[in-house]
C-alpha cells in the first residue's frame, strides 16, 4: 500500500542528464515533480515531457527538480536503453531522466511502488519528500505551476497544519479539474484505486497509455490532510 507521507524510493536502470542518481532522500529540502512517460504514448509526447521541459525552464533547479520517468510497460523493445539515450538527445531534453527498473513480465519497479496508472503521469513531492500530487493525464500549466510554487513557498519543516491549510488555501483558490470537459480521451487501466484521496478524472485530447491489467484497491491512506490529488483513467486510447 502506497503511504503517500513515506513514499518509496526510486527504483531506476539508467539515468541521465546528472552525475549521479537522483533519490527522494537526496532530494529533501527541494520541490520534485516526477512527469512518467512512454516513448510511443502520445499524451507523453504532446503534452507530459514538452510540460515537464517547461517546468524546467522555469523553476530554479536549486528550488524545484523536474524528473523524467520512462516507464516502459508496452512495447518494452522499443524503449531499450539505448533507443531512450537517442529519444532524449534528438529531443534535445536536459532535465535529468530516469529509465524505470523492468521487474520481468511485471510493471516496472517504480511504476509499480508509485501504483501509477499509466502515461502520462504528474507526481509532486513537497520538501520534506512527502507525496503531494499523484495526476493521471494533462494537467494545465498554470495549474501545477500554481500547485508547485505553493509547495516552494511553504517552509522546509511546515507542521501538518501548516501544510493542511495551504492545501485549503489551494482548493479555495483553483478550479476543481473535474469542473472542465477536455476534447479527446484519457486512459489508464493499471490500477483503479479508492484511495482516501481526492481523485480528479481528466479526459484530454492527446491520449494516454494504460491497460496491463485493472485492480480494485481499498486504501485509506492516513493522511487526510494531505491529499495527494490523483486522475483516475476515464477510457483506453491506444
Request: glycine fraction near 8%; charge should be negative.
Amino acid at each position: 500500500m502506497l503511504n503517500p507521507e513515506t513514499p518509496p524510493e526510486f527504483s531506476t536502470l539508467r539515468w541521465f542528464n546528472t552525475p549521479a542518481p537522483l533519490t527522494l532522500a537526496s532530494l529533501k529540502g527541494k520541490v520534485a515533480v516526477v512527469s512518467a512517460f512512454q516513448l510511443h504514448c502520445p499524451g507523453s509526447l504532446k503534452h507530459g515531457l514538452p510540460q515537464a521541459a517547461r517546468m524546467a525552464q522555469t523553476f530554479n533547479s536549486d528550488e524545484v527538480v523536474v524528473i523524467g520517468l520512462n516507464t516502459a510497460f508496452e512495447e518494452h523493445d522499443k524503449q531499450a536503453v539505448g533507443a531512450l539515450d537517442a529519444f532524449i538527445k534528438d529531443n534535445g531534453f536536459a532535465f535529468p531522466i530516469a529509465k524505470d527498473k523492468p521487474n520481468g513480465a511485471q510493471l516496472p519497479k517504480t511504476m509499480d511502488a508509485y501504483e501509477i496508472q499509466g502515461t502520462p503521469t504528474i507526481l509532486v513531492f513537497d520538501r520534506q519528500g512527502r507525496l503531494r500530487r499523484h495526476y493521471l493525464g494533462q494537467v494545465d500549466d498554470i495549474r501545477l505551476a500554481a500547485e508547485v510554487m505553493a509547495l516552494v513557498i511553504e517552509s522546509r519543516d511546515a507542521p501538518r497544519e501548516q501544510s493542511a491549510a495551504l492545501e485549503r488555501r489551494l482548493a479555495a483558490a483553483l478550479v476543481d479539474p473535474e469542473a472542465h470537459e477536455h476534447e479527446g480521451g484519457c486512459c489508464g487501466g493499471h490500477h483503479d484505486h479508492g484511495h482516501g484521496h481526492e481523485h480528479h478524472a481528466h479526459s484530454h485530447d492527446g491520449g494516454c497509455c494504460g491497460g496491463a491489467h485493472d485492480h480494485e484497491h481499498s486504501h485509506a491512506h492516513e493522511m487526510p490532510p494531505l491529499p495527494a490529488k490523483t486522475a483516475k483513467p476515464s477510457r483506453k486510447s491506444r
